[in-house]
């Protein structure tokens, strides 16, 4: 079946930087784009950025450029550089896959379980 991991997370001190990364099986992953959402305690799961099948990005408006989507096509990986951290950035990050460069959850049909970050002030 199909997995996306996620990788990277951990506890990071407010002003550090993460790469956070999603290794993908059993998809066609080059026909997929690849989008980063986070889900915070007691919050809704939000949309971060979106990458289509030939590097095309989409950002949230609201996350100030502090992330940088990216993808490998030839190592089935997609990454999240998250620079200049804060504490409200403590989440749980996902990567997931889709047929568009949607910004919703539920256009994508396939999750990871998560990676976790903790941002200490």
Known sequence: QVQL?????????AGGSL????????????????????????????????????SSTRYADSLGGRFTISRDNAKNMVYLQVNS?????TAVYYCAAGQSTATTAERFPFWGQGTRVTVSS
């Open 19 to 54: 790469r956070l990364s999603c290794a993908v099986s059993n998809l066609a992953f080059v026909n997929y784009a690849m989008g980063w959402f986070r889900q915070a305690p007691g919050k809704e799961r939000e949309f971060i950025a979106v990458i289509d099948r030939v």
């Open 85 to 89: 951290l804060k504490p409200e950035d």
């Open 5 to 13: 991991v996620e990788s990277g997370g951990g506890l990071v001190q």
